[in-house]
């Protein structure tokens, strides 16, 4: 890792992963919380491409990388997805959809009830209505009959919080943690592990974050995908193109290249190796 500054816009930089010798050497820049709101709103305000759109987007990549997770066939295969209320459900749910409709056999737990969704989760919670997905709310489930089910799936799809996260997690947010971890799940995170702050902030209870074998980041890594504390939690870290356009990222003082010109995903990092016993 490397800091450098541009534009007086501090950039901690990742590798970036190369086929190329010219490609290796390039740097990717990881945003604050406040940079990555600023890119959504501009996405949204200035180039009209509206949150539906960039939802879209995250859960069809979430799509092709929980189809690689599991070994390249969906049809018959277990997913549970875990929604938040907030954009980052959202987006869960749409990658809900789209498993459905491939073949795999879907469930979603929402963290909060439907009346207390967000915009964008309500509405892809009644997309998932009328497609039949089957959907419970957190407090419809006992412990036992969530932790069963969870038991059972061959993939947990963690889209609590994502980088949404202000404060630590608490409630319903809190307990799914808890029983994932306890459970000891395979788990693929979008954006961020569940209860890691964006901004990368020590965490003040680990047993409070998912411990994920695999991370989605959108568009650009943020500050918390590149601490050394949180190398553990995220397992490889993958980054999906979204949509957003380098031309946006310039506006911002940020330099940032072709980073998907092989693939709509690539891999950043591998997890830190496990020390041999």
């Not at 490609?23 to 940079?35: G, K, N």
Request: charged share 15%.
């Amino acid at each position: 890792m490397q800091l450098f500054e541009k534009k007086g816009v501090t950039q901690p930089l990742i590798s970036s992963p190369a086929a190329s010798t010219e490609e290796a050497t390039s740097v990717i820049p990881a945003l604050s919380e406040a940079q990555m709101q600023q890119v959504y709103r501009m996405m949204v305000d200035d180039y009209r491409v509206g949150q539906l759109v960039l939802l879209e987007n995250a859960g069809r990549a979430m799509l092709a990388l929980t189809r690689r997770q599991l070994g390249g066939r969906l049809v018959g295969q277990s997913v549970t997805v875990l929604a938040g209320a907030g954009n980052c459900g959202a987006a869960g749910m749409v990658t809900a959809r789209y498993l459905a409709s491939a073949g795999a056999q879907v469930v979603v737990i929402l963290a909060r009830p439907e009346a207390v969704l967000g915009p964008a989760a309500t509405h892809q919670y009644q997309l998932l209505q009328r497609l039949e997905v089957p959907v419970f709310p957190h407090n419809t489930l006992p412990v036992t009959r969530l932790a069963g089910t969870l038991r059972q799936t061959n993939l947990v799809l963690d889209a609590l919080m994502g980088g949404g996260l202000h404060g630590w997690p608490t409630g319903t947010e809190a307990s799914l943690i808890r029983i994932v971890r306890q459970v000891g799940l395979s788990v693929l995170s979008l954006d961020l592990p569940s209860g890691l702050p964006p901004n990368g902030e020590p965490p003040a209870n680990s047993d409070l974050i998912i411990k994920a074998q695999a991370t989605l980041a959108l568009g650009l890594p943020r500050l918390a995908h590149i601490q050394n504390h949180t190398l553990e939690l995220q397992g490889q870290l993958y980054l999906a193109n979204i949509g957003i356009p380098p031309t946006l990222y310039s506006a911002l003082g940020l330099t940032v290249g072709p980073l998907f010109s092989v693939s709509e995903i690539i891999l950043l990092r591998r997890p830190p190796a496990t020390p041999a016993v």
